[in-house]
């Protein structure tokens, strides 16, 4: 399956570097993926490393593919 495939999916955020508003999520079949601040989704910019969280796989601006649309979940 592509990422492209992939669709929405869940996992947990592994690193999230407030200076920078970057970070990254693992997901549940244990790719990692960029995402910047912008891509969370109830618009705060801030998460904690170690959340479970919702996302979708999309194609970045530098051509990869990144984490968007992340939204926390309760597990």
């Not at 690193?15 to 970057?22: I, K, N, Q, V």
């Not at 705060?44 to 490393?49: F, H, K, N, P, W």
Request: glycine share 14%; charged share 30%; aromatic share 6%.
């Amino acid at each position: 399956m592509s990422m492209a495939e992939l669709g929405e999916t869940s996992g947990r955020v592994v690193a999230f570097e407030s200076e920078r508003g970057t970070g990254a999520v693992r997901g549940d079949d244990g790719r990692e993926l960029f995402f910047h601040c912008t891509a969370i989704a109830d618009g705060t910019r801030r998460i904690e490393v170690g959340a479970h969280v919702a996302f979708r796989v999309v194609a970045g601006h530098l051509g990869r593919w990144e984490a968007g649309d992340i939204r926390t979940e309760t597990r």
